[in-house]
């Protein structure tokens, strides 16, 4: 099958069915390679003429689509689906899209290079907040001016004055964004969701490298949302009751919430207990306890066994690192970065008074973390975009830059895909204070990149 290609976008239109058997006749390597031949920077599968899929027939051409990514540095995905076909994908591949999906192809023209600074005004909403900030960074590098709702009822209200805007921006998903592990962050808190009956399974199905990577990068709160638990057996009882005993490790708080004690046996509560394991009945009593959850989720000096040290592999890709970092930085700052200094060494942060830092981890091929240390007025321009306004909420900035770190972290994934390794990034951790984030790091030595912004002073720490 031929593409059809306009405005640097290769689209390939198959019809009818999509499954196993029939898809491969559809598409294959050679007609997408021939594509990029062909000055494209996106190339797409469009399913407007497309009467059935199933994950089967997907299947085939996220694989081609993988091959392509590892050659060429293009985004790749699927255009031109209703509501119900872009949920039935996100089912598919829950927590796992490496591809970008576009509701239609005047959707995807807006995130072309041959459609750049043309300053269209367009109301984006996304359920899922790091894919608005991800795309509300992605219109404004391009030279748009996005419009971001923050629930669907403001996206519905702002919906009904379309006359506002040129395009409007839903159901679309944009690929190596970001990594999302069936977990969600809340005042750096991490919170698992556990259902059903517990038993040697969880084992399996709990990512281990991703909570220890997350303990790394200096979360201190790890809450199992347990309201749909029935019951646990032994062996969920001593995996628990060990991931409790590594926390103490990192001075770190393992939390059980909504688990009613009549689905367990008693023994089970009070030996998890001893362990150091916390329950409570209700979310809200931590979430909306500020002050138990700021002592909770605190920072501390982490007693490590084995200390992590940078290694060669990390310096060669210090580079994509920078330039993932800058490029952001500089796009919502609308300033350029100038570098001043590079050292390895333990980090060293001369002016601690009106700095607030960031960090988030990654593992896979190569792991360990990145640190960022902003001055507020960098932060609080950098975050005036997505939040819409000025605003001096130390709250808010904290929350809209863990996003915006967030992006960095897919930024970094990608750049490295290109280039044939494979990583997976925590969530990010914020920090109101540089004593907290010191705790965390004082004894990891690393690569230390001194950088100005204008006049504003911002440092960059990559370490493991």
Same mark, same amino acid.
């Given at each position: 099958?031929?593409?059809?290609?306009?405005?640097?976008?290769?689209?390939?239109?198959?019809?009818?069915?999509? =499954?196993?058997?029939?898809?491969?006749?559809?598409?294959?390597?050679?007609?997408?390679?021939?594509?990029?031949?062909?000055?494209?920077?996106?190339?797409?599968?469009?399913?407007?003429?497309?009467?059935?899929?199933?994950?089967?027939?997907?299947?085939?051409?996220?694989?081609?689509?993988?091959?392509?990514?590892?050659?060429?540095?293009?985004?790749?995905?699927?255009?031109?689906?209703?509501?119900?076909?872009?949920?039935?994908?996100?089912?598919?591949?829950?927590?796992?899209?490496?591809?970008?999906?576009?509701?239609?192809?005047?959707?995807?023209?807006?995130?072309?290079?041959?459609?750049?600074?043309?300053?269209?005004?367009?109301?984006?909403?996304?359920? =899922?907040?790091?894919?608005?900030?991800?795309?509300?960074?992605?219109?404004?590098?391009?030279?748009?001016?996005?419009?971001?709702?923050?629930?669907?009822?403001?996206?519905?209200?702002?919906? +009904?004055?379309?006359?506002?805007?040129?395009?409007?921006?839903?159901?679309?998903?944009?690929?190596?964004?970001?990594?999302?592990?069936?977990?969600?962050?809340?005042?750096?808190?991490?919170?698992?969701?556990?259902?059903?009956?517990?038993?040697?399974?969880?084992?399996?199905?709990?990512?281990?490298?991703?909570?220890?990577?997350?303990?790394?990068?200096?979360?201190?709160?790890?809450?199992?949302?347990?309201?749909?638990?029935?019951?646990?057996?032994?062996?969920?009882?001593?995996?628990?009751?060990?991931?409790?005993?590594?926390?103490?490790?990192?001075?770190?708080?393992?939390?059980?919430?909504?688990?009613?004690?009549?689905?367990?046996?008693?023994?089970?509560?009070?030996?998890?207990?001893?362990?150091?394991?916390?329950?409570?009945?209700?979310?809200?009593?931590?979430?909306?306890?500020?002050?138990?959850?700021?002592? +909770?989720?605190?920072?501390?000096?982490?007693?490590?066994?084995?200390?992590?040290?940078?290694?060669?592999?990390?310096?060669?890709?210090?580079?994509?690192?920078?330039?993932?970092?800058? $490029?952001?930085?500089?796009?919502?700052?609308?300033?350029?970065?100038?570098?001043?200094?590079?050292?390895?060494?333990?980090?060293?942060?001369?002016?601690?008074?009106?700095?607030? $830092?960031?960090?988030?981890?990654?593992?896979?091929?190569? =792991?360990?973390?990145?640190?960022?240390?902003?001055?507020?007025?960098?932060?609080?321009?950098?975050?005036?975009?997505?939040?819409?306004?000025?605003?001096?909420?130390?709250?808010?900035?904290?929350?809209?830059?863990?996003?915006?770190?967030?992006?960095?972290?897919?930024?970094?994934?990608?750049?490295?895909?290109?280039?044939?390794?494979?990583?997976?990034?925590?969530?990010?951790?914020?920090?109101?204070?540089?004593?907290?984030?010191?705790?965390?790091?004082?004894?990891?030595?690393?690569?230390?990149?001194?950088?100005?912004?204008?006049?504003?002073?911002?440092?960059?720490?990559?370490?493991?």
């Amino acid at each position: 099958m031929r593409a059809i290609v306009k405005n640097g976008i290769g689209v390939f239109k198959p019809q009818g069915f999509l =499954d196993g058997n029939n898809a491969s006749s559809f598409l294959n390597l050679e007609d997408i390679e021939a594509t990029t031949n062909l000055n494209v920077d996106i190339i797409l599968v469009s399913l407007k003429k497309v009467v059935f899929f199933n994950k089967n027939g997907l299947d085939i051409f996220v694989k081609l689509f993988t091959k392509v990514r590892q050659k060429n540095s293009i985004t790749v995905g699927f255009c031109d689906y209703d509501e119900k076909k872009f949920i039935a994908i996100n089912k598919f591949y829950a927590g796992e899209l490496a591809f970008s999906l576009f509701k239609s192809l005047e959707i995807a023209s807006l995130f072309s290079t041959s459609f750049k600074n043309q300053q269209k005004n367009i109301l984006l909403y996304s359920d =899922d907040k790091s894919q608005r900030t991800a795309m509300a960074i992605e219109l404004h590098d391009y030279g748009h001016n996005p419009v971001v709702a923050t629930t669907q009822e403001d996206f519905n209200e702002k919906s +009904l004055n379309n006359s506002a805007y040129d395009y409007i921006v839903d159901y679309t998903y944009l690929g190596q964004m970001g990594e999302k592990i069936a977990t969600r962050v809340t005042g750096n808190a991490i919170i698992y969701t556990v259902t059903a009956f517990l038993d040697a399974e969880i084992g399996n199905t709990f990512n281990i490298a991703y909570h220890n990577n997350s303990l790394n990068v200096g979360f201190r709160l790890f809450i199992f949302d347990a309201y749909k638990v029935v019951s646990m057996n032994i062996h969920a009882f001593n995996f628990f009751s060990k991931l409790s005993t590594s926390a103490a490790e990192y001075n770190a708080t393992i939390a059980f919430v909504g688990l009613e004690s009549t689905k367990i046996p008693e023994s089970f509560i009070e030996n998890m207990e001893d362990s150091g394991i916390i329950f409570y009945n209700q979310m809200d009593d931590i979430l909306l306890n500020k002050e138990l959850l700021k002592e +909770l989720g605190a920072s501390s000096a982490a007693n490590i066994k084995q200390k992590r040290v940078i290694d060669k592999d990390m310096i060669v890709k210090l580079p994509d690192f920078i330039d993932a970092t800058v $490029a952001t930085i500089e796009m919502m700052t609308n300033s350029k970065a100038l570098k001043e200094a590079v050292e390895v060494s333990k980090i060293e942060i001369t002016e601690q008074e009106g700095r607030i $830092a960031s960090s988030i981890g990654f593992y896979g091929d190569i =792991d360990g973390m990145v640190i960022l240390v902003f001055p507020s007025k960098i932060a609080k321009k950098a975050c005036e975009l997505l939040i819409g306004e000025s605003t001096d909420d130390i709250e808010l900035i904290l929350d809209t830059l863990a996003e915006l770190v967030n992006i960095v972290g897919g930024k970094i994934k990608s750049l490295l895909f290109d280039h044939g390794i494979n990583v997976n990034i925590t969530l990010p951790r914020t920090y109101n204070s540089i004593s907290g984030l010191l705790e965390v790091v004082e004894a990891k030595k690393g690569v230390q990149v001194d950088l100005a912004f204008d006049d504003d002073k911002f440092l960059f720490f990559l370490t493991k």
